[in-house]
């Protein structure tokens, strides 16, 4: 690796800004507010030159992306004075759209793109120090998602999108980490199953010189290699012919995998074999790819289900979850990466944006504020909040709608560990459970079915409300035909491994009904996955939906449509 980035110098300036945290939250603070001071939403709120902590927090609202929406919609149409920011907006960002049904509109700059390299350049500094990586290659599952022209001519996509475009994202990739195996036109390829197979191929032809595997989210990681499962007889075909699949079609790509696809028959029989000698695919990483040092990508919150697949994969290879951030946005940096992805904690980085928290009631959790917002220096250990961001892309005291924890300090900024999404939450009558409980109760409940030796490929739920009382509905994607007995014992596992005491007082007296779990035909998330993409999310993007609302009709229909058995909980009976 050229020696372009001194690790130790990020490490040294983090440690300055964190150590000063409080002074830096008030300097960052003054640059978003002076630089945005002739926005028409400032103005609104008469801060009169005052850009302190105390001004702004007691002038400005805190507010959610509700509030901000017709500001936005404006920028999008064309606006052409300041409505958010000084500067105009270029870039519309599109959020994943997994929570709501539907992406959101969130605003995009170059000083965004900067805090996301700063991000970068922070956690790879640290994991570069606990695992060092030499010359090689990244086998990264990117893609490009597709990005349209809104009414007023920005330019609207993904954030990964927004960010792989960049010419600051390729700088600072070129000085931080091993190249991307694979070339730019499999990561902007218009079709992603094409893109997802040609990177599965690259991965295979320089699988030496791999040092890294990432994606953003550990989904798309696990999807790959299950792909992999599938395909991998025409992977090594095409390396012994030097000949691309007739899957592949794009004539871009086509183009591109013709430079480095050459007929090679001996790694051909080499993978091969390897695959032939894999039991159920155990330690498929380090077989295909034997100078692998980690894996990396968001492995928290909603990703934390695939872990055990990847691990499965992974051997004994290291997994590194990836850094704290949304559409919106960065947050913090993973600094601890020898943590197992269960407990990665993220300091926030001080000069990225202004932030604050909102302390946790059980009235927050319903509706209006009670709690007053404290500042990014004053949170308590053991406590947890709702984050509120400050960016420099136009949002100001918004509401992000992740529920976060306080673990410890670093210096004197905070590391937080994500806990949940506040509006993901399964609630009929006085019960609130969380994605969290929904992942722990689906957990309890598939070790029942490795009794049969297989397992949930994937799960998410909805609440019921056609019927008196309403009732949890849990759907089940499982790797084979599983007995009814086993099933049935699932779904009463399922309803007992809620232990809210709202949901376990209202079930005995049947406020809530029995729950009901809804086995699900074989690649119905792979068709859920299909239509979030058509809508212009990216793959490694993605996230599963855990709680779909009924808002979310397309997805609900999906499921509804695809459901092969159904088993009503008699726990409680």
């Not at 640290?126 to 007023?152: D, E, Y």
């Not at 506040?422 to 969290?436: C, F, P, V, Y």
């Not at 406020?511 to 119905?524: F, H, M, N, S, Y």
């Not at 999310?537 to 609302?549: E, G, H, I, Y």
């Amino acid at each position: 690796m050229e020696n372009k980035f001194d690790s130790e110098k990020v490490i040294e300036e983090f440690e300055s800004i964190t150590k000063n945290a409080k002074k830096v939250q008030a300097e960052t603070l003054k640059k978003i507010l002076k630089e945005n001071c002739e926005a028409e939403y400032l103005k609104k709120w008469n801060l009169d030159g005052k850009f302190d902590p105390q001004t702004y927090t007691s002038s400005v609202p805190v507010v959610t992306h509700k509030d901000l929406l017709p500001y936005i919609q404006r920028i999008a149409d064309g606006a052409n004075y300041p409505v958010l920011t000084g500067k105009p907006i270029t870039t519309i960002t599109l959020s994943s759209g997994t929570t709501q049904g539907k992406p959101k509109f969130v605003p995009y700059n170059d000083e965004l793109t900067e805090t996301t390299m700063q991000i970068y350049r922070t956690s790879f500094a640290f994991r570069n120090r606990a695992f060092p990586i030499g010359n090689g290659k990244a086998l990264s599952f990117i893609f490009g998602s597709k990005q349209f022209t809104t009414k007023g001519g920005l330019l609207a996509g993904t954030a990964t999108t927004n960010v792989y475009r960049s010419s600051q994202f390729k700088k600072t990739m070129r000085a931080i980490q091993t190249p991307c195996c694979s070339p730019d036109e499999v990561i902007f390829a218009p079709d992603f199953h094409q893109s997802l197979y040609c990177h599965l191929l690259c991965g295979l032809i320089y699988h030496e010189d791999i040092q890294v595997i990432s994606s953003t989210f550990a989904h798309s990681i696990v999807h790959s290699f299950r792909i992999f499962e599938l395909v991998w007889e025409e992977l090594c075909s095409d390396i012994r012919k030097g000949v691309l699949s007739a899957r592949v079609t794009v004539p871009s790509i086509r183009t591109a995998m013709a430079r480095v696809l050459t007929p090679n028959p001996e790694l051909a029989d080499k993978i091969y074999n390897k695959c032939l000698g894999l039991v159920e695919w155990n330690r498929l990483i380090p077989e295909m790819f034997p100078n692998c040092k980690y894996i990396y990508g968001i492995m928290t919150g909603s990703m934390e289900p695939y872990l055990k697949k990847l691990r499965h994969y992974a051997g004994e290879v290291p997994l590194l979850s990836g850094d704290y951030g949304s559409s919106e946005g960065w947050i913090g940096a993973n600094v601890n990466p020898n943590l197992p992805p269960e407990m990665t904690t993220f300091a926030v980085l001080p000069d990225i944006g202004y932030f604050e928290f909102l302390p946790l009631t059980e009235v927050d959790l319903d509706g209006p504020i009670e709690s007053k917002p404290v500042g990014l220096t004053d949170v308590q250990i053991g406590e947890e909040y709702e984050v509120v961001v400050t960016n420099f892309a136009g949002l100001y005291r918004y509401r992000l709608g992740d529920v976060v924890k306080v673990i410890g300090f670093h210096n004197a900024t905070p590391e937080l560990q994500f806990v949940c999404r506040r509006n993901l939450m399964l609630t009929i009558n006085i019960d609130k459970n969380t994605e969290k409980d929904l992942q722990l109760s689906v957990e309890a409940a598939a070790k029942l079915l490795a009794t049969e030796k297989l397992e949930v490929l994937d799960f998410t739920s909805h609440i019921d409300l056609s019927s008196e009382p309403g009732h949890y509905v849990i759907f089940w994607e499982v790797s084979g035909e599983a007995s009814d007995a086993v099933l049935k014992e699932c779904c009463n596992c399922l309803d007992k491994s809620f232990v809210d005491a709202g949901y376990v007082s209202s079930r005995k007296v049947n406020a809530i009904g029995p729950l009901e779990l809804r086995v699900l035909k074989r690649g119905t998330f792979q068709k859920i996955l299909d239509h979030y993409v058509a809508q212009g999310s990216a793959l490694n993007q993605f996230k599963t939906p855990r709680c779909v609302s009924p808002a979310n009709q397309t997805v609900l229909q999906i499921l509804c449509s695809n459901v092969v058995k159904s088993y009503v909980s008699t726990t409680f009976g």
